[in-house]
């Protein structure tokens, strides 16, 4: 009766030598480079040098607008199985969806008249000042891929 247990205690004791081994490796190669390089430390920006603080607070609107999306993609993934038993319901099925789809297109219609799908609000909360030390930022700097002689963490000194 405990033989036909072997095969899972196999898998275990497999799984976790796996792991461990895994850990041990990363541990010994972490030891080999103690001190990392600057190249290492620094955020990856697309190629570029990363301008100002990466911790900066987004506003809730962004949260706001994402749960927008999700709640109405949410509510059409309930098309689907209507769309797959209408005939079975018959008129309740379909007067409940057109219910459903009434309260939806409310919903909607209302966000869109209250501006909440709007991008340009950002610029229009922010205040004269900053507005114009962003825009100067990103005219006057233009975006290089690297500096000759400047360095990047990969050589030996």
């Known amino acids: ?19 461990g081994g895994m850990v041990l490796v990363s541990l010994l190669l972490g030891l080999i480079e103690a001190k990392p390089k600057r ?13 100002g603080d990466a911790r900066q607070r987004f ?3 962004f949260y706001a607008i994402a749960m927008l999306f ?13 769309a797959l038993v209408r005939k079975d319901l018959g008129t309740l099925g379909f007067w409940a ?3 459903f789809l009434g309260i939806l297109a409310i919903g909607y219609l209302y966000l869109l008249r209250t501006g909440a799908f709007e991008w340009e609000w950002w610029e229009r909360e922010q205040p004269m000042e900053e507005l ?3 825009r100067e930022v990103t005219e006057v700097l233009p975006q290089t891929v690297g500096v000759v ?3 990047t963490g990969g050589e030996r000194s």
């Open 1 to 19: 009766m405990l033989t036909d247990y072997i095969p899972v205690l196999i898998a275990v004791v497999v799984a976790v030598a796996l792991a």
């Open 132 to 134: 114009t030390v962003i």
């Open 59 to 61: 506003p809730v609107k």
């Open 70 to 82: 999700i709640v109405f993609d949410i509510e059409v993934v309930f098309f689907y199985p209507w």
């Open 97 to 99: 969806m057109a219910i």
């Open 39 to 51: 190249g290492k430390v620094v955020a990856y920006e697309c190629g570029n040098e990363p301008i």
């Open 149 to 151: 002689g400047a360095p």
